[in-house]
């Protein structure tokens, strides 16, 4: 992406301390506000609730939201890029806050010591990214589990070159959520490209994941594309896989109950989906498998040669 604003114009424009504007990079929208980091306007909100209007340009910066519900929305979609920066040795956002929107704002490069350097961490509140990329880091958007956290969701959004198993002892994901209750989604958005570990992984009583493209095609070392490791409910539908060549793991595209069955699969639908097998790919993968025992319910799913519909393991 062009380089739209660079970090020396920012710095030598924009103070450290608040300002009215002044084009600084990040504006409190409802104050007029200006800041010459994120941080520094994530902290001013403190335990309000407001928006952060971020300005095209290239930012080696990270931020912790530790309370409120702040919504971070780039000016210009696809041109706020966080590179290479993270806080607490975790992501470029650490939300612990009481909610957060992430929307339009691009991540890319994150890595950290433990294998899960990641665009978005989320700790505490719900959650809602749109129209936002992760590019090429261990983790795009990872945690959960909060009792705080209901509801996780993702539109419209890519995830490429994301994940690894040779770096650490555990996998990193390009998605890695868990909730105690609630619901995850994750709708019209992109996966491609993958480096390693599934391209979702989901731990969470319920899942909606739909009009949504997994192009394994280019991954290397990749797993499941969707792997909801202790069970769960919810909808699969309306979906586009293509099993790429390269598998560390290619007995499914699709895997319920693998590590547990904390919760139950009663009601999981896996409708209206198209799956296919990259040009070169030998194996013969199940599009859904599962070791829980209630039935999955599966409809009209369009898989082409090769493709296995079901495996009850």
């Not at 200006?34 to 609730?49: H, K, N, Q, S, W």
């Not at 939300?95 to 350097?117: K, M, T, W």
């Not at 090429?136 to 993702?154: A, C, K």
């Not at 040669?305 to 495996?311: A, K, L, M, Q």
Request: aromatic share 6%.
């Amino acid at each position: 992406m062009r380089r739209l604003l660079p970090l020396v114009a920012i710095a030598l424009t924009a103070p450290a301390a608040a300002q009215q504007g002044g084009g600084a990079p990040f504006v409190i929208e409802q104050s007029g506000q200006g800041f010459a980091t994120l941080d520094d306007a994530v902290t001013a909100i403190g335990d309000r609730e407001a928006t952060i209007l971020i300005a095209p340009g290239v930012y080696h910066q990270c931020t912790v939201q530790s309370g409120g519900k702040i919504t971070f929305r780039a000016r210009q979609p696809g041109t706020a890029i966080f590179d290479g920066e993270t806080c607490e040795g975790k992501a470029a956002f650490v939300l612990r806050g009481r909610g957060s929107v992430v929307d339009g704002i691009v991540f890319r490069n994150l890595r950290v010591a433990d294998g899960n350097g990641a665009g978005v961490r989320i700790e505490t509140g719900d959650l809602y990214v749109t129209n936002s990329m992760f590019l090429d880091s261990q983790e795009g958007i990872l945690g959960g589990y909060h009792d705080s956290i209901r509801m996780i969701s993702i539109d419209h959004s890519t995830f490429a070159g994301l994940g690894q198993c040779d770096e650490t002892v555990d996998c990193s994901h390009s998605i890695y959520l868990a909730l105690q209750q609630g619901v995850i989604s994750i709708t019209n958005s992109r996966f491609e490209r993958g480096t390693g570990g599934h391209y979702v992984k989901i731990r969470a009583p319920q899942i909606v994941v739909a009009d949504s493209s997994f192009d394994d095609s280019e991954g290397h070392k990749t797993n499941y594309m969707i792997d909801m490791s202790e069970g769960g409910t919810g909808r699969i539908t309306g979906n586009t896989f293509v099993q790429g060549p390269d598998k560390e793991n290619w007995t499914a595209l699709i895997m319920v109950g693998a590590e547990a069955r904390t919760y139950g699969s009663a009601g999981l639908t896996v409708a209206n989906n198209t799956a296919t097998l990259a040009p070169g790919v030998q194996k013969s993968p199940a599009f859904v498998a599962t070791a829980a025992r209630d039935a999955v319910r599966l409809e009209n799913n369009q898989l082409g040669p090769g493709i296995r519909p079901f495996e009850q393991r």
